[in-house]
């Protein structure tokens, strides 16, 4: 198994896919990074690892994958509220990986001179990922977006 290379892409795409979840005209509770503290009911944007190196060519140009979940933090007071927390993420994932009639995504990000995003993908069925004692739950999907680096 060949080595892993990790990039320090990672905050950088983090900033920008906030800022595009953000975008979104159906988002119905506030957007947070990484922590949501108390706050209920909020989404969350959380980067699982550091961006990575898929391929490198010669002129040290890459492609690279940055994977993120989004989680949507609810007061479960019934299965109504539950369900609502999945499809708000089965319709942002819907949203972000929508694509025109040539087949390309419509809402890929611009992260900066040097790399443009080609695809965004939710690899994971909306589910719960955490159930506290309080009433509070946590429902997450996992998304994967490539990207192209030039040198």
Excluded at 17 to 37: C, F, N, Q, T
Excluded at 41 to 50: E, G, I, R, T
Excluded at 82 to 100: M, N, P, Q
């Amino acid at each position: 198994m060949a080595d892993r290379i990790f990039t320090n892409d990672g905050v950088l795409i983090s900033k920008v896919m906030r800022d595009l979840i953000a975008s979104w005209p159906e988002i119905p509770v506030k957007l947070l990074v990484e922590d949501p503290g108390r706050e209920c009911p909020c989404m969350v944007l959380q980067q699982l690892s550091a961006a990575e190196r898929l391929k490198t060519y010669v002129n040290g140009s890459y492609i690279g994958v940055w994977n993120f979940a989004v989680y949507v933090r609810i007061n479960a007071e019934d299965t109504a509220t539950r369900f609502d927390a999945v499809s708000i993420l089965e319709e942002l994932g819907s949203w972000l990986s929508e694509k025109d009639t040539d087949g390309r995504y419509k809402r890929l990000p611009e992260i900066d001179e040097t790399r443009a995003a080609t695809k965004i993908e939710m690899t994971t069925t909306p589910s719960i990922a955490n159930r506290g004692d309080d009433g509070v739950e946590d429902y997450q999907a996992l998304f994967s977006l490539e990207y192209k680096a030039r040198r």
